[in-house]
């Protein structure tokens, strides 16, 4: 086709930058130092909605024998070289193909009334959450399927290649949805179309869909899921929202749950359960961003601007020396990212703390609530005896439990 360009990191737009599918098929899949830990097998497209085209979700990728997805959102680079992931851990279960969802590779050789697809274009889109789409769509008319013969033309002129059903073209507005909004629409469904979206998000969605829901409909939510993705999505929530889900349930359903979650992360939210609902400690989120004092911060706003990091999070970090998983060794304080914007990128982290302010884990919530008031925090420290940190609460964490019961299905219309 000899019009394939290179894409670089999510930043450029226009066709101009575009990148054509079947060029990826069986190139390197690298991590963050370059070296290569698989291939790339295909792109998972989702069904167009609407005038919006249709979205690039991610990767297939070939890991040894086990073929596992990679969102676009945890690729630094992507062209016809192969992709580079951002950070250095992927998703290693099995990948399957959901409602809505279709391979690149299977509309090659489809026949539109524009002529015979050849391969499907994607280019990154500036969009509130920087995602990717389809461009154009490589054809060929008569017999030749490729070379010489090839014209690019908008998707558009083949759109009913990527159309879907009722259930598909739902499901395609949810996932562009945030997750407050997606609560809002799931509750306002029947309850077998809510399985149907439950069966056909991804665990970390659902998750998302989770942190946004009353507590009674978390639990019968979770309750609705076969135990083994009831684990697997509960490991996704952020640990106090997964902390606060758990004691809502019965005592052996709780602890079900915990026996078939992942040994790491059911330790923590064991830990967290430990401590009273309407204190520090069970406000607190035992996973805030933790830097030893020596990281740069260039090291620093690197990790910020992992897309899997929360805004609240990315805003305030916390410096404790070795370890750097809570509980910590002792805590040394605080930095905002404005003031780390504000520093040279080789200056250690620890030479510029804002502060070391903190609470312990029994500090009721409302004497909580006045301290993060009275100092105008966006987030606070949560140590223990010895001064290790434990987690941290965010203003945030600390409005919704101070907000009247109920209050998310009022805001959900429920």
């Known amino acids: 086709m000899g019009c394939v360009s290179d894409v670089t990191g999510g930043t450029a737009t226009g066709a101009d930058h575009q990148v054509f599918t079947s060029r990826l098929a069986g190139r390197p899949f690298m991590d963050g130092e370059g070296v290569t830990i698989g291939r790339v097998r295909d792109v998972v497209l989702l069904s167009a909605v609407g005038s919006q085209p249709p979205r690039a979700l991610g990767l297939v990728v070939q890991l040894r024998r086990r073929r596992i997805f990679v969102s676009l959102g945890r690729i630094d680079t992507l062209d016809s070289e192969g992709a580079h992931l951002v950070g250095g851990t992927v998703d290693l279960g099995g990948f399957n193909l959901r409602p809505g969802e279709l391979l690149a590779s299977s509309l090659y050789g489809r026949h539109t009334s524009a002529g015979t697809v050849a391969d499907i274009a994607i280019a990154p889109r500036e969009t509130r959450r920087s995602t990717w789409a389809v461009t154009a769509i490589a054809i060929t008319r008569g017999r030749v399927l490729r070379g010489h013969a090839t014209t690019i033309v908008p998707w558009e002129e083949c759109r009913p290649l990527f159309d879907a059903g009722p259930l598909e073209q739902q499901l395609t507005t949810f996932r562009d949805m945030e997750p407050a909004d997606l609560a809002t629409a799931f509750g306002g469904l029947p309850a077998a179309r809510r399985s149907q979206i439950a069966a056909a998000l991804d665990d970390e969605q659902l998750a998302d869909l989770l942190e946004e829901m009353p507590e009674e409909d978390q639990v019968r939510l979770v309750n609705s899921l076969e135990l083994e993705r009831g684990a697997d999505v509960v490991e996704e929530m952020e640990p106090d929202d997964a902390a606060d889900l758990l004691a809502e349930m019965p005592a052996e359903q709780r602890e079900r749950l915990l026996t078939a979650m992942e040994a790491i992360p059911a330790q923590e939210l064991r830990r967290l359960l430990r401590y009273d609902a309407a204190t520090a400690g069970g406000l607190m989120t035992s996973q805030p961003l933790i830097f030893t004092p020596d990281m740069t911060v260039a090291e620093v706003l690197a990790r910020i601007r992992n897309p899997g990091v929360t805004a609240t999070a990315a805003a305030q970090v916390y410096v404790c020396e070795p370890p750097g998983e809570t509980p910590t060794g002792t805590y040394l304080g ?21 502060g070391r302010v903190f609470v312990r884990p029994d500090l009721p919530d409302r004497e909580l609530a006045a301290r993060l008031a009275a100092y105008n925090l966006i987030g606070v420290a949560v140590c223990d005896e010895q001064g290790r940190l434990l987690g941290a609460v965010t203003v945030d964490d600390v409005l919704d439990h101070l907000l009247p019961t109920g209050w998310r299905r009022t805001r959900t219309g429920g």
């Not at 040279?344 to 804002?354: D, H, I, N, R, Y």
Request: no cysteine.
């Open 334 to 354: 605080s930095v905002g990212f404005q003031r780390l914007l504000r520093r040279p990128p080789a200056t250690p982290v620890g030479e510029v703390l804002e």
